[in-house]
């Protein structure tokens, strides 16, 4: 097991018994049960119709062996052709829906995987990488679909078998028992590899997923890789996940290799012995020659669905590996549990946090005993050295995180109670690298409200600045924003994120400050797209830049999860405390920065307004 050291394994992985992952499986083919009919008829007759092309040679041998003539001969060539052909057409047919069917299935576990995992809080995504959890998606979701076709063959050919073994016991009762004999040992066999065949194939999908989580952090930040010429390093990191899941799969077809031959094997020394035993049989008259050819040519079509079951066992195995891998990442519980689930009324934004503890885990504690009044419209700004708490805050009212103790109340009501989609969307939230989706500029901007028109958003777009901003851009509002925002300039995403914002009209807006300078012009018009979001909601900022802080109407100075200080700038400077350090330590180096760039930008002159 050496090979498998170092999988990771999710936390929210679970194992599901055949009989739980048959009966949830069942429950996505229960919409397609007119199709499923329609297959397992056809299933039936192909069954049939391949049964019979043995039996058709078997007696058409003993009617010319006793009476040759040519009609015989051509009547006999004109029904195995015509069985041949029915086998043809139906079995296209059968496939035809069978592959209908799948996908289907495969989309509806697919879409449930999906929204399972856009549903999970922030915690989720912390603790998993999101590489792993796209491949549960799309790999383990279409493995899952190649069972369902496996299965089906199977199914034909196990409905083929069942006949054939009808036909077996009218040939010979002595004979039969011979093969009969045999299966119990070819059962035991195939079970035997089941266990081990469902071990090797999850630890496989898990190599596989550690791969993409791999590929996934790579392309993402391949631009730090660069920068810091880092190429080589990220290619041994892949190239370890790569050895890791090369080891393992090798691993897996090594075990797996061994069940065809181990049961053909078994399959052949039975099929050795009722030739021998047949033999003498016909040779004895206990049974005709076309009866023992019937009964040979039938055992190996018997046999051959029995050696499939077993063969393709790891593949069975691999799909119900991947399956419990998908419904794992949709029965995940969240972290963030709401008690109700009623529609939150348009807000007003009166914010408390009442004896508030929360940590992302044991051995990291963030706030303790927290209280904090925001009244509605209130502009608030958090400043802290990192780790103070001044996002956890902001992200503990997005509920983006579950809190271990205490209330948080918006406008009276407990925020636990709130449908958090009716709640979200009253709430306006811009990161600190704010993420802007390929697309155009008014594309982005119009992302959370869609119906807005093309006059809305350039009514909005020029409210800034008289839209001067506007002209930086190549093509204007249709400029393309590239991956992640990567073709604008910080600045420009920041607009873009603000205006955003903006076109919702939120009760509750967060801003998560960038730290990223920025030349004076384009701060005065971020400058001015926040005052008009502050007028119209309750603002909890958390400021690196002083005309944000000093913007706000209240100050909250935070340290190690406590409030140490509180006011505006004026009192607070007064003060001489924590607040007056970190104004001394980085604020007023900002501010002298921000004097000399603007003094460059307008031409030297003398920059009023900046303390």
């Not at 829906?97 to 509806?108: I, K, N, P, S």
């Not at 290799?257 to 008259?285: E, K």
């Amino acid at each position: 097991m050496g090979f498998f050291s170092g999988l990771d394994v999710e936390r929210y992985d679970r194992q599901y018994s055949d009989r739980q992952l048959a009966a949830r499986i069942a429950q996505y083919f229960k919409p397609h049960r007119g199709r499923l009919l329609t297959i397992a008829v056809l299933l039936l007759s192909l069954s049939a119709s391949s049964a019979a092309i043995p039996l058709l040679v078997s007696r058409g041998l003993d009617v010319m062996n006793d009476t040759p003539r040519d009609l015989g001969i051509y009547v006999l060539t004109g029904l195995v052709l015509l069985a041949g052909l029915y086998t043809w057409g139906a079995n296209w047919l059968r496939r035809r829906l069978t592959a209908r069917v799948v996908g289907d299935v495969v989309f509806t576990l697919r879409a449930d995987a999906f929204r399972a995992a856009a549903g999970h809080d922030l915690s989720f995504y912390d603790e998993f990488p999101s590489g792993k959890i796209v491949s549960r998606i799309t790999s383990d979701t279409r493995e899952f679909g190649q069972l369902v076709t496996l299965i089906t063959d199977l199914v034909s050919q196990f409905g083929q078998a069942a006949i054939l073994g009808t036909v077996l016991l009218t040939i010979s009762v002595r004979l039969s028992l011979y093969v009969f004999g045999f299966l119990p040992l070819l059962f035991l066999a195939a079970l035997g590899f089941r266990r081990l065949a469902r071990t090797v194939t999850r630890r496989g999908m898990r190599a596989m997923a550690n791969v993409n989580a791999a590929i996934k952090e790579t392309v993402s930040g391949i631009a730090v890789a660069k920068n810091f010429r880092q190429e080589m390093e990220i290619f041994k990191e892949f190239n370890e996940a790569n050895q890791t899941s090369l080891k393992v799969n090798i691993r897996r077809g090594f075990v797996l290799s061994l069940v065809f031959p181990s049961l053909n094997a078994l399959g052949g020394i039975a099929t050795a012995v009722l030739v021998y035993v047949g033999g003498l049989d016909a040779v004895a008259g206990a049974v005709t020659v076309g009866a023992w050819y019937l009964f040979i040519s039938s055992l190996d079509r018997f046999f051959f669905p029995v050696l499939n079951l077993s063969a393709f066992w790891a593949q069975v195995q691999s799909g119900l590996s991947a399956a419990e891998r998908a419904f794992a990442l949709i029965d995940a519980e969240p972290a963030v549990v709401q008690s109700d689930n009623r529609p939150a009324p348009r807000l007003r934004g009166d914010i408390r946090f009442e004896h508030v503890h929360f940590r992302y885990s044991e051995q990291e504690q963030v706030l303790q005993d927290f209280n904090l009044h925001i009244r509605p419209g209130e502009s608030v700004a958090l400043v802290g050295h990192t780790g103070a708490g001044k996002s956890s805050i902001a992200r503990l009212i997005a509920r983006f995180y579950e809190f271990q103790q205490g209330r948080i109340l918006i406008d009276g009501m407990d925020i636990r109670t709130f449908d958090l989609e009716s709640y979200r969307s009253q709430l306006g939230i811009v990161s600190q690298i704010p993420f802007l989706f390929a697309g155009t500029v008014a594309e982005n901007i119009a992302y959370a409200c869609p119906q807005a028109t093309r006059a809305e958003i350039e009514h909005a777009a020029r409210q800034i600045g008289d839209g001067e901003w506007l002209e930086t851009l190549p093509d204007g509002l249709d400029t393309q924003v590239g991956e992640r925002g990567s073709l604008l300039s910080m600045g420009q995403r920041q607009m873009v994120s603000l205006l955003r914002v903006l076109m919702r009209r939120p009760a509750i807006f967060i801003l998560d400050e960038a730290t990223a300078s920025i030349d004076p012009f384009t701060e005065w018009q971020i400058q001015q797209a926040l005052e008009m979001i502050l007028a119209n909601s309750t603002s909890i900022l958390i400021a690196h830049r002083l005309s944000t802080v000093r913007a706000a109407d209240r100050i909250i100075v935070l340290q190690n999860g406590l409030i140490i200080e509180e006011g505006n700038h004026t009192s607070l400077m007064r003060a001489g405390g924590h607040y007056a350090e970190l104004y001394n330590t980085y604020f007023r180096h900002q501010s002298l920065e921000y004097v000399e760039n603007a003094r460059q930008a307008f031409g030297g002159g003398h920059t009023s307004g900046v303390d």
